[in-house]
C-alpha cells in the first residue's frame, strides 16, 4: 500500500487470502469453491452469504477476487492488532463498524456503497450479523444491504452458500477439526427489479437455505 498504492495493496492481500486457503489442506480439509463464471465484470455486487466461521473468509476473498469486493466488518477487528488483516482492513476500503454506534456504521456502510459505485467494486455481507455454532442459520437483517442498494440501485444482489465450516472449529481456534469438507457455493443473482430490501433479502435468504445442510 505504501509502496505500490491500492493495485499492489491487493495483490498483496490476494496472495495472503490464497495461502490462507492453502492452509486448510494442512489439516486434510477439502475446500470446494463452485464459482459463477456468469456474473459480470464492472458492475457492483452485493455478496449476499450465511456465516458459520472466521474460515468463511478467505475463499471468498481469493475466489472472487476479480470483483474487488470489499468486507462489512466490525471495529475490533481493525483495532485488535491482527497481522495483515487489521492494516488491511483500515485501508483495503472495508467498512469496519461499530455495531453500539448506529450513526458510525451508517457512515461506513455509505463510504463503502460511494466506493462501490465510483470504483465498480464490490461488497461481501453476512446478513446474519453473527456466526453460527451450530451450522444453522439465523434471520438475515436489511439495513447494511439497503443502504449498500440505495447507492447503488444497479448492483447485482448474489447469493453465497457455505457449508461445513463451522465443524473446523468444532473445538474452538484450537485444536482445528481436520478431514472437514467445506463448500463456497455461488449462486445465481436475485431479480431485484420492483422489489424492495426486505424482499431482496428474503429471496436471498430463501435461496441460501436451499443449499446449506443443516444438522439438528
Known sequence: MKLGGYSAHKKSVDI???LLVACNYTLFNRTQFIDNK????????VFVAN?????????????????HAKFISKVELLTAGIPS??????HG????IDRKDPKQSIAEILKLANNMKQHNWSAFIFPEGTRTKTGKMKSFSVGGI?????????ALVVPVAI??????????????????????????PID?????????VKKAEDAIRLRVKEEN
Open 16 to 18: 495472503l487470502n490464497g
Open 51 to 67: 456465516h458459520q466461521s472466521t474460515y468463511d473468509i478467505p475463499p471468498m476473498i481469493y475466489f472472487l477476487r476479480r470483483f
Open 192 to 200: 431485484i427489479q420492483g422489489l424492495n430490501p426486505e424482499e431482496i
Open 38 to 45: 456468469n456474473l459480470p465484470l464492472g458492475r457492483p455486487i
Open 85 to 90: 488483516i487489521s492494516f488491511n482492513l483500515k
Open 163 to 188: 457449508n461445513g465450516s463451522y465443524k473446523m472449529v468444532e473445538y474452538g481456534s484450537f485444536p482445528l477439526r481436520p478431514f472437514t469438507h467445506m463448500t463456497w457455493e455461488v449462486l445465481d
Open 93 to 96: 476500503g472495508a467498512a469496519n
Open 146 to 154: 439497503a443502504t449498500l442498494l440505495k447507492k447503488n440501485p444497479n
